[in-house]
């Protein structure tokens, strides 16, 4: 079974600054990958970033990168340059093979972000 | 379409009544997810397509959820004798290919179906 645990349920940031959500994840899976969503107030889901299990470079898109350290079985969303429209519910998630046969998408209970002006 | 579709975008259904959800995915994507988000929660895995079979539908809370996709398309979810605890948003995600784990198969969500029962 899979299981995604993040354990902070609100952050503050203050905007132009850089923060830290935490993820860490459990599965027997040796290939797996980990994603980082947005669901800001509207509740849509909005990808941000991808990292694979075999992947030796930490991902980056833009202001977000992936702090991937695979023996620790954490995956951390790094936002540098916090921006106002930054505040919004952030999910972790990771998708593998679930013994059910489908590779389905499990996320964690989120963390709510608010950016300071 | 250029998104994942959903409608209705809110529905009110009296405690008893049953209800359909609409999900149009993005044109070509062959796998499709329901998801269920109750309040202040991450997403919960209801059921998945590969095209128009249902692979996985271990998540379905009860007997009284039902899906199908059955053109490899849209796809509906149905719940019968809604309860006050069926109240959530119910989300729908496509991906374009199936069983692989990468940057190239990402889920898109649709914006949700906002279901509250009376």
Redesign the interface.
Known sequence: AQK?T?TQPGMFVQEKEAVTLDCTYDTSDP???L?W?KQPS????I?LI?Q?SYDQQN?TEGRYSLNFQKARKSANLVISASQLGDSAMY?C?M??Y?G???????????TKLSVIP | GAGVSQSPRYKVAKRGQDVALRCDPISGHVSL?W?QQALG?????LT?F?NEAQ??K??LPSDRFFAERPEGSVSTLKIQRTQQEDSA?Y?C?SSPLD?????AN???????S?LTVL
């Open positions: 995604i993040q290939s797996y990958g994603f969503y509207s509740g849509e889901m990808f991808y694979g991902a999910f998630a998708k593998g679930s059910a046969g489908s590779y389905q998408l499990t996320f964690g209970k989120g | 997810f998801y929660q991450g997403p919960e895995f998945y590969q692979l996985d271990s998540g948003v989300l995600a069983r692989v784990v990468s940057g990402v889920l898109t969500f649709g914006a949700g906002r």
